[in-house]
Nanobody, 128 residues
Framework: QVQLVESGGGLVQAGDSLRLSCTAS????????MCWFRQAPGKERECVAA????????VYADSVKGRFTISRENAKNTVYLQMNTLKPEDTAVYYC?????????????????????WGQGTQVTVSS
């Protein structure tokens, strides 16, 4: 079992930056694919940034490409989401998720059902 805890959310103004952290405990997650999902009110949850187990070739949603960066420190069991040039439309609850079923694979899952472990979420609010 893996427990995930997100931190770093908050209220910021448009154009500001935030860095979210997700720390795993329990079983090691070093071989798991990771994704940062977000869910805005009335919208479906979407994977905005995904990282394979070794951090190579991350994948981003078009809406955040060039502004968000996912990275991971496996030695610290932590994955990060650096969010720059934030926009009001980035307002959402952000969740980190770990996929065990694709352990050690270069394949990057992007759908909710492909992820096995979830954090509780952290709110990001961007004011205009």
């Amino acid at each position: 079992q893996v427990q995930l805890v997100e931190s770093g959310g908050g209220l910021v103004q448009a154009g500001d930056s935030l860095r979210l952290s997700c720390t795993a405990s329990g079983r090691t997650f070093t071989s798991y694919a990771m994704c940062w999902f977000r869910q805005a009110p009335g919208k479906e949850r979407e994977c905005v940034a995904a990282s394979s187990w070794n951090g190579g070739n991350p994948v981003y949603a078009d809406s955040v490409k060039g502004r968000f960066t996912i990275s991971r420190e496996n030695a610290k069991n932590t994955v990060y989401l650096q969010m720059n040039t934030l926009k009001p439309e980035d307002t959402a609850v952000y969740y980190c998720a770990a996929s065990r079923r694709y352990s050690g694979s270069s394949y990057l899952p992007s759908l909710e059902y492909q992820y096995d472990y979830w954090g509780q979420g952290t709110q990001v609010t961007v004011s205009s």
